[in-house]
């Protein structure tokens, strides 16, 4: 069975969920942090795992 599970990214500025990602989580235990686009913020932001 994969150990990849389904997790959600959110604006760190909006709070929104704006992307979907996968993550190992035996491998990766940290939380993970990306900048992406927000189309609500119209900029790059950071955005961080978030609980389903």
Same mark, same amino acid.
């Given at each position: 069975?994969?150990?990849?599970?389904?997790?959600?990214?959110?604006?760190?500025?909006?709070?929104?969920?704006?992307?979907?990602?996968? $993550?190992?989580? /035996?491998?990766? @235990? !940290?939380?993970? &942090?990306?900048? %992406?686009?927000? $189309?609500?913020? /119209?900029?790059? @932001? !950071?955005?961080? &795992?978030?609980? %389903?």
């Amino acid at each position: 069975m994969s150990q990849d599970r389904l997790i959600k990214l959110a604006c760190s500025t909006c709070k929104r969920t704006n992307y979907w990602s996968s $993550k190992n989580k /035996k491998l990766v @235990t !940290k939380k993970i &942090e990306l900048n %992406k686009f927000c $189309k609500w913020c /119209k900029k790059k @932001t !950071k955005h961080k &795992e978030a609980k %389903k």
